[in-house]
């Protein structure tokens, strides 16, 4: 796995080239490693070690009435606990998503969800929560909104640029670490 400054060269499919059409807009610098289908977290981490980046999880999820959609940003270390996240954004109990709303909402697919999917939420039908650990970090990394490539950026350039453009404000939540609960 190398890793590359900005934009491929060739023409990629049409939902991954728009994340670079925004960060390119943005004036974002970010680095991008090619690599074959990373669709678990245990492959992540692999590319983490060469991106040098924390390479967080983004997980689909909806309340129990199916009437609120969130896309839940974590370290790979935390373990999402519907109980902890329900009650601190006074929700019913949540659960994954559908497939089938992903795909309608982010234009994402499973295996591929990142926040950057935010992007294709046009009528705003998911809330962002992201665990307040992980603006710790130096450096972020995700999927652009597929999962053969992955980016890394400053997490500055993602609370300062990014966020504000998608125009989905975070809802904060805390996480335990899992440490702490030995």
Known sequence: MELKQGRP????IAKEERVYDLLEKLHIDYQRIDHEKADTMEICLEIEKSL????CKNLFLVNSNKSQYYLLMLKENKKF???????????SRLSFGSDEKMLEYL????GSVSFL????????????????DLLQDEY???HPCINTSSLKFTTEDLKNKIIPELEHAPLMVNLPNPEAQN
């Open 9 to 12: 060269q060739e023409k990629r």
């Open 107 to 110: 234009d994402i697919t499973p």
């Open 52 to 55: 040098k980046s924390t390479i």
């Open 117 to 132: 999917g935010l992007m294709n939420d046009h009528d705003l039908k998911v809330q962002l929560l992201m665990d307040k």
């Open 140 to 142: 972020l990394g995700c």
């Open 81 to 91: 606990k519907t109980k902890v996240i329900s009650k601190q954004i006074n929700s």
